[in-house]
């Protein structure tokens, strides 16, 4: 339960602990019955609307594929035009002639190819003009097909239309403009179209013109223009710019609000071609569901937007159906127990009111409830419950008794460790006075191991108390070899603040100091001993390592299978000839790190643990894994991988 939340849950049991017991079971059936009622309405209700919904969403799709299929046949039958007229030489010839036609030819040229090219846009009744412009000052113009260029160069897709090098442009327009002025405005002016431009090389890379092939929007998207019967649904064509086409006179939403939507603002194109997308959106206060597809060839997206009033009224109706027979078998239910409780806990009353009695003093109240129901068997068993309580005070007494006892003996163990701390402590004043300070600095690290072997308040410590318990150790050990033990930390005051298994590290650097000198007994070389740390990943490496003799790797090998192998009772086989930080403590067998890695894995896990690295006459190394816990800044969420070799 989160924290925020647990004040309100303590406050709403102490108040419902106020009420009796026949309250309690009167809320209890209510609460019962009414929240499976209203889950499984809200369930139910939920479980309609996502199934409308994907039914919505899956004729929606459909509608747009049809229109899709449309386009495509229409932008097929548009390209197949500009392929038809290109691939007459004689149309080509014309607009790249070199001299003047002469009357004749131009008849001629008008009569046939001409012609051609009108048949051609009859044969199609979708097309609405085929047009041809030429930059050619040598050519006539010949109306409606063969135009100057100069009369189009200040279209907006004028320039995109050579850039594109041959390429086609589709490009839909809100008016269906003659190029040649006409002062006589024509209500055909104002028809939307789409059209497709390409620029004419001939020959290749040489500019001769541009051609373009028109069809209005009403043709060129029948399904969007042509309307829907059930009145609940529209289809519209968004360019990204924020164009809107539709039909107008069936528009489900005013031009206002459709404006106001701004559906261009909330498409997006779809991942890859034939991909659908939806979302759902409020339009003067009604829920509408939009539909889409972006259809990448023509740059626009094709919407169909549904309303969904209808049948949310519907489905709120059924729900609140639900809800007022939910809430009248609540309410018969509800008288129906009350009188129910009362009979059932009439004799439970009654035994409250005894044990009231005896809880005020009386002991020789009467109990008269019996009978085999569960308040008689609670009634036998509290009967029996008073003839002990005599029983029990007598116990009571002899365990104060010895508890005094074992207080006692406590604190005896308490004073024989002070009198020990004290002992030491006399012990090396006589040393500072006798002037032998290592003798007073021995006795010094002495105490703090004890005191710290004594003192287990937990598993767990920072990284500073076990490197103080460490160092201690090491200047005990200077006495015996002369000084020539080096511990060195190389530690920031972050990393002395992390957490780590009491006395995980004292057995892996007295191993060191007990092997480790081997290699140096001879010469005059100290045994250093260095304590790193890094995290890798989210775990923390502790590296013990020590300049000491070493080991083989073969050595190595049989010393982590020793380390990792499982504890079957069977004492493990004594590598005699090991050497270096090898953690073969009790005797040279690997026990003393054998039981530091157990201790890491039961109380961290099998993924933790620790493993010996060494090279025979350089170094021994102890890798020790453990989970990042900083005692001061808590559990880091992303640690940095430190590369340590």
């Known amino acids: 339960m989160p924290k925020r939340m647990r004040p309100w849950a303590d406050l709403f049991i102490r108040r419902l602990e106020r009420y009796s017991l026949q309250q309690r079971l009167f809320f209890s059936y209510i609460v019962i019955i009414l929240i499976p009622g209203i889950v499984f309405s809200l369930i139910m209700f939920r479980q309609l609307n996502e199934s409308y919904t994907k039914d919505v969403i899956r004729k929606s799709e459909s509608s747009i594929e049809v229109e899709k299929t449309n386009i495509q046949n229409n932008m097929e039958t548009m390209e197949r035009a500009v392929q038809i007229a290109l691939s007459d030489r004689e149309v080509m010839n014309y607009i790249d002639r070199s001299t003047d036609p002469d009357p004749a030819e131009l008849i001629e040229f008008s009569s046939n190819t001409m012609n051609n090219l009108l048949r051609l846009q009859f044969n199609n009744p979708d097309l609405e003009h085929i047009r041809i412009f030429s930059d050619n000052l040598l050519i006539s113009e010949i109306w409606p097909v063969f135009l100057k260029e100069s009369r189009m ?12 090098n041959g ?6 327009s809100e008016r ?27 020959p290749k890379g040489k500019h001769v013109g541009i051609i373009q092939v028109d069809m209005l929007l009403s043709r060129f998207f029948p399904s969007t223009y042509a309307g829907h019967s059930n009145g609940q649904s529209q289809m519209f064509v968004v360019t990204p710019s924020g164009g809107l086409y539709y039909d107008p006179s069936r528009s489900l939403l005013p031009a206002s609000e459709l404006a106001a939507a701004r559906l261009a603002e909330k498409l997006s194109p779809t991942e890859h071609a034939g991909a659908y997308r939806h979302f759902n959106l409020s339009l003067s206060g009604e829920p509408y569901l939009a539909v889409y597809a972006y259809i990448d060839s023509i740059g626009a997206y094709v919407v169909q937007l549904t309303s969904l009033q209808a049948a949310l009224a519907d489905l709120n109706k ?14 018969i239910l509800s008288v129906s127990t009350f009188f129910l409780n009362s009979l059932i806990l009439k004799k439970l009353r009654q035994l409250t009111l005894s044990m009231k009695k005896i809880r005020q003093g009386d002991f020789n109240v009467q109990l008269p409830v019996g009978g085999g129901s569960e308040v008689g068997e609670l009634t036998f068993h509290f009967r029996k419950m ?7 005070i007598a116990d009571a007494v002899n365990k104060q008794a010895a508890t005094k006892e074992a207080e006692l003996k406590t604190l005896k163990n308490q004073i024989d460790s002070h009198f020990l701390y004290n002992t030491l402590e006399n012990i090396k004043m006589l040393a500072e006075v006798e002037n032998q300070r290592p003798i007073s600095d021995a006795l010094t690290s002495l105490g703090s191991m004890m005191r710290y072997n004594l003192r287990w308040s937990g598993e767990y410590v920072r990284l500073r108390e076990e490197l103080n318990h460490a160092r201690h150790y090491v200047a005990l050990m200077n006495l015996r070899f002369d000084q020539r033990i080096v511990l060195r930390a190389e530690l920031t005051e972050r990393d002395l603040d992390l957490e780590v298994l009491k006395m995980s590290l004292q057995p892996i650097i007295e191993n060191a100091v007990k092997h480790g000198l081997n290699g140096h007994a001879a010469s005059e070389c100290d045994l250093t001993i260095t304590l790193t740390t890094y995290t890798d990943e989210r775990a923390q490496m502790i590296v013990i390592e020590d300049n000491g003799a070493g080991m083989s790797p073969e050595k190595t090998r049989r010393l982590n299978e020793k380390i990792r192998a499982a504890d079957d009772g069977r004492s493990m086989e004594t590598s005699a000839d090991s050497g270096g930080t090898s953690g073969r403590a009790a005797g040279g067998n690997g026990i003393g790190l054998r039981n530091v890695h157990q201790r890491l894995q039961l109380f961290y896990g099998s993924e933790y643990g620790l493993w010996v690295e060494s090279e025979e006459h350089r170094y021994t190394r102890v890798m020790i894994k453990l989970p990042y816990f900083n005692l001061i800044g808590g559990e880091t969420e992303h640690v940095q991988t430190l590369d340590r070799r």
Request: charged share 30%; no cysteine; hydrophobic share 40%.
């Open 153 to 164: 160069a200040n279209e907006p897709w004028y320039d995109e239309v050579l850039r594109l």
């Open 167 to 172: 390429g086609a442009l589709w490009e839909i």
């Open 176 to 202: 269906d403009k003659e190029p040649i002025q006409n002062h006589i405005r024509d209500e055909k002016e104002f028809r939307q179209k789409m059209s497709l431009l390409r620029e004419i090389e001939y």
């Open 318 to 331: 059924t729900r609140n159906t639900i809800l007022l027979v939910n809430v009248v078998l609540i309410a």
């Open 386 to 392: 008073m003839g002990k309580i005599n029983e029990l």
